[in-house]
């Protein structure tokens, strides 16, 4: 139950992000890939604000860094896609992670 407000939540604030950069001419989408304490995470940000900040893997049922710069970039980046394509929300698959060739187990 827990798990469905915050996905409620998460949603409920994609929208509004997206509807804010939607009447904007110039948005500026971009990320940060920052160091946790056992691997690496990202943030989101549109016009500087965090919109989402991602210390875990998505979508995999651990919680765990991603075990390097290089992978939380490419999912930082198809997050960007998504949002650039206006799919909301802007969520990543299992299958998504795999195909981008995320490591996801030690």
């Not at 009447?23 to 946790?36: A, G, L, P, Q, S």
């Not at 690496?40 to 919109?51: M, Q």
């Not at 930082?76 to 195909?99: D, N």
């Amino acid at each position: 139950m827990k798990n469905m407000k915050t996905k409620t939540k998460l949603t409920l604030l994609f929208i509004i992000a997206i509807s804010l950069y939607s009447c904007k001419k110039e948005t500026k989408i971009e990320y940060t890939i920052y160091k946790v304490e056992n691997g690496w995470g990202y943030d989101v940000k549109i016009n500087n604000k965090v919109l989402m900040h991602q210390p875990m893997i998505p979508a995999i049922n651990k919680s765990i860094p991603f075990y390097s710069k290089e992978d939380a970039e490419k999912v930082a980046k198809l997050v960007i896609e998504k949002i650039k394509k206006k799919q909301m929300p802007p969520t990543v698959s299992k299958e998504e992670i795999q195909k981008l060739g995320i490591k996801t187990d030690s």
